[in-house]
C-alpha cells in the first residue's frame, strides 16, 4: 500500500495479496456510508493515505477533508474543539448538496485525553441525531480493545468510534507485495526526475526482501527515493539502498541467539523488535570492533558499511572499548 503523490485511489493500494484485495473491498463498502471508522496499525502502514483514500472515493471534494494530528492538540483541548465545531458548521450549510460529505481524520487517538475523549463522545452522539454528512475517521498505532482499562481510554467513545475497524498490517506481513510497490515507487521517481532507472539488480531484490521494514511502506518509499538519487547505472544495486547493516539481521538473530544477551547476565526486558534489535546492533558491531582491534576503517569494512556509519552508531549505541 503506498501514499500516491499525484492522486489518492484505491488503485493505488499496490499488490496482488489477499490483503490488499481486501482493503479495496472495505474502502467499496466505507464509502457506502458516513460510519465511524477505525483504522489501526503500525507507524508507516498508511493510515492517514487510507483515510484520504475512503473520502475521495465516495466522490468528495479534497477541500472537505480535514486531518488532526492528536500528539499537536494534548493540553489545547479548546483550540481542537473549535477547530472541529467549525469545520462541523460549514457541514451544516453544505450538508444538502448530493453525495457529498465531509471527513475528520484524528490520528492518535490513543494520546486524547480525558476531557478530549468526552468531548468526542458527546459530539458523534450529537452528530447522529442531526444525521449531518460528516464522516469520522480515527486511528490509532495502538490495538486498542486490549489496553482500554490500561491507558484510561474511554470504552463508550471506543464502541461509538470503532463501527467499521480496520487493521492495516505491517509491510513484513504482506511481504508478496514488496516487489511492486517497490517498482511502483521507481516508476514514480523516474517520472519526476531526471534518471532513467530501469530496475533492480537480483542483489538489490535479495535485499529488499532481507530487510525487515520497522518503518513500513514509508520507510521503503524513502529507501527507493535514496537509490533513485543514489543509483549510477541501469539498474538499482544493493549498495544503494543503504540497508546492509540491517539486511541479514534476522539469519543472524536466529543463528546468534547469544548476541542478545547485554553480557551482564540480565536478559531484555523491553520485546519489542526494535529493543532487540538495538541490543543485538549493539553487541554485533562491539563484536566486529573488538574483533579488528578496535580499527573503525577495518570494522567497517567487514560490516560493509561507511566508517562514518560505524562512529554514528558507537555514539547512538554507546558503545565503549571494554
Known amino acids: 500500500m503506498i501514499k500516491s503523490i499525484e492522486k489518492y485511489s484505491k488503485e493505488a493500494f499496490v499488490g496482488t495479496s489477499k490483503y ?106 450529537k452528530l447522529n441525531e442531526m444525521n449531518l454528512k460528516v464522516r ?32 492495516l498490517l505491517p509491510l513484513r506481513q504482506h511481504t508478496e507485495d514488496l516487489i511492486a510497490l517497490a517498482e511502483y515507487f521507481l516508476r514514480f521517481y523516474n517520472l519526476k526526475g531526471t534518471n532513467s532507472i530501469k530496475g533492480f539488480s537480483e542483489e538489490a531484490i535479495k535485499q529488499l526482501y532481507n530487510y525487515c521494514w520497522p518503518g513500513n511502506v514509508a520507510e521503503l518509499k524513502n529507501a527507493i527515493e535514496r537509490a533513485f538519487l543514489l543509483g549510477k547505472g541501469d539498474y538499482i544495486q544493493s549498495q544503494d539502498l543503504i540497508l546492509k547493516l540491517n539486511v541479514q539481521t534476522e539469519n543472524i538473530l536466529s543463528s546468534n541467539i547469544s548476541l542478545l544477551e547485554d553480557g551482564k547476565e540480565n536478559k531484555i526486558e523491553d520485546k519489542t523488535l526494535k529493543a532487540a534489535l538495538d541490543v543485538f546492533k549493539k553487541n554485533y558491531v562491539t563484536k566486529i570492533l573488538e574483533e579488528n582491534n578496535w580499527n573503525q576503517t577495518k570494522a567497517a569494512k567487514v560490516l560493509g558499511i561507511q566508517r562514518t556509519y560505524v562512529i554514528r552508531l558507537i555514539n547512538e549505541l554507546d558503545i565503549r572499548k571494554k
Open 20 to 125: 490488499v484485495i481486501g482493503l479495496k473491498s472495505i474502502i467499496a463498502t466505507i464509502c457506502k456510508n458516513t460510519a465511524c471508522v477505525l483504522v489501526m496499525g503500525e507507524k508507516g502502514t498508511g493510515k492517514s493515505f487510507f483515510a484520504r483514500v475512503v473520502h475521495l472515493e465516495g466522490g468528495n471534494q479534497p477541500k472537505d477533508f480535514l486531518e488532526i494530528n492528536s500528539n499537536l492538540f494534548i493540553n489545547r483541548a479548546e483550540v481542537l474543539f473549535n477547530k472541529i465545531n467549525n469545520f462541523i458548521k460549514d457541514a451544516d450549510q453544505t450538508s444538502s448538496e448530493i453525495n457529498t460529505s465531509k471527513t475528520i481524520y484524528i490520528s492518535n487517538i490513543e494520546k486524547l485525553t480525558r476531557e478530549e475523549q468526552d468531548f468526542f463522545y458527546e459530539l458523534l452522539k
Open 136 to 167: 469520522f475517521i480515527f486511528s490509532s498505532t495502538k490495538n486498542l480493545e486490549g489496553i482500554l482499562d490500561e491507558i484510561g481510554f474511554s470504552k463508550d467513545l471506543y464502541f461509538l468510534i470503532s463501527t467499521i475497524p480496520v487493521n
